[in-house]
C-alpha cells in the first residue's frame, strides 16, 4: 500500500558507501518520468549525477553542506523557462487578480526565476523519492543551493533552471519518518476554516 511506503520515508543524511544498482536507478527515473504536469508539458529534464568530484562540487555550490558529498546519487530537478512569459503570467494574473498589474509589470527574468517553482518537478521528484524508498534508499531534499552555480557546473542551457536536488542513498542507519500533525490540525470542511 502507498501509506506504507510513504511511511516508511525519512529525510536520510547519512548515506553508506553502497552503490545504487543500474536498474535501481532506471526504475526511479521512470516513476519520476510518469508523472503528470500541467497540460502534460513535461517541462523538465532530470540530471543524474553520480560523478564522485561533481557531487562534491555541487555540496559546495549548495552552501557547503557537507553531508551531501556522502550521497551516491544526486537528482538535479531542472525546469524549462519559457522566453515569453505571456502565458505564465496569464495563468498568474488569473489567480491572483489583485495583484495582476505588478505581475504583468514586473521584470521578465525575476519572474521566470521565481516562477520556476510553478512548473511542477516536485511531482517527478516525490514519485522518484517513493520509488526509492521501494528499494530501501534514502534521500533527502536540498533546495538551499546556488541555482547559478550549479547551472554551469552541469553545463545546463540559459532556458532550463535547476529547481530542486535530491540526494539519494543507502542509510547508513535506520531512520523513522519525524513525527507529523493529526489530521484534525491540517484540514477544514467546505467553509470553516479554523486557526
Same mark, same amino acid.
Given at each position: 500500500?502507498?501509506?506504507?511506503?510513504?511511511?516508511?520515508?525519512?529525510?536520510?543524511?547519512?548515506?553508506?558507501?553502497?552503490?545504487?544498482?543500474?536498474?535501481?536507478?532506471?526504475?526511479?527515473?521512470?516513476?519520476?518520468?510518469?508523472?503528470?504536469?500541467?497540460? %502534460?508539458?513535461?517541462?523538465?529534464?532530470?540530471?543524474?549525477?553520480?560523478?564522485?568530484?561533481?557531487?562534491?562540487?555541487?555540496?559546495?555550490?549548495?552552501?557547503?553542506?557537507?553531508?551531501?558529498?556522502?550521497?551516491?546519487?544526486?537528482?538535479?530537478?531542472?525546469?524549462?523557462?519559457?522566453?515569453?512569459?505571456?502565458?505564465?503570467?496569464?495563468?498568474?494574473?488569473?489567480?491572483?487578480?489583485?495583484?495582476? #498589474?505588478?505581475?504583468?509589470?514586473?521584470? /521578465?527574468?525575476?519572474?521566470? /526565476?521565481?516562477?520556476?517553482?510553478?512548473?511542477?518537478?516536485?511531482?517527478?521528484?516525490?514519485?522518484?523519492?517513493?520509488?526509492?524508498?521501494?528499494?530501501?534508499?534514502?534521500?533527502?531534499?536540498?533546495?538551499?543551493?546556488?541555482?547559478?552555480?550549479?547551472?554551469?557546473?552541469?553545463?545546463?542551457?540559459? %532556458?532550463?533552471?535547476?529547481?530542486?536536488?535530491?540526494?539519494?542513498?543507502?542509510? /547508513? %542507519?535506520?531512520?523513522?519518518?519525524?513525527?507529523?500533525?493529526?489530521?484534525?490540525?491540517?484540514?477544514?470542511? #467546505?467553509?470553516?476554516? #479554523?486557526?
Amino acid at each position: 500500500m502507498l501509506i506504507d511506503l510513504i511511511k516508511k520515508r525519512a529525510s536520510i543524511r547519512n548515506f553508506s558507501d553502497k552503490k545504487i544498482p543500474d536498474d535501481v536507478l532506471e526504475y526511479i527515473i521512470e516513476v519520476g518520468r510518469l508523472a503528470p504536469s500541467g497540460g %502534460n508539458e513535461q517541462p523538465w529534464k532530470f540530471g543524474i549525477i553520480n560523478d564522485e568530484n561533481l557531487i562534491k562540487k555541487i555540496a559546495k555550490a549548495a552552501y557547503n553542506q557537507r553531508w551531501i558529498e556522502k550521497a551516491q546519487l544526486l537528482i538535479v530537478l531542472c525546469t524549462r523557462v519559457v522566453a515569453d512569459h505571456k502565458d505564465d503570467r496569464i495563468i498568474q494574473v488569473k489567480r491572483f487578480p489583485e495583484i495582476s #498589474n505588478k505581475l504583468m509589470n514586473l521584470d /521578465k527574468e525575476i519572474y521566470s /526565476k521565481l516562477n520556476s517553482e510553478e512548473h511542477q518537478t516536485k511531482i517527478p521528484g516525490t514519485h522518484m523519492v517513493l520509488a526509492a524508498v521501494e528499494h530501501g534508499i534514502g534521500s533527502t531534499w536540498v533546495s538551499y543551493f546556488e541555482v547559478e552555480k550549479v547551472s554551469k557546473l552541469l553545463n545546463i542551457r540559459k %532556458n532550463y533552471l535547476p529547481s530542486e536536488i535530491i540526494a539519494f542513498g543507502y542509510p /547508513k %542507519n535506520n531512520k523513522k519518518m519525524a513525527s507529523k500533525k493529526k489530521i484534525s490540525d491540517i484540514i477544514f470542511f #467546505n467553509d470553516k476554516f #479554523n486557526e
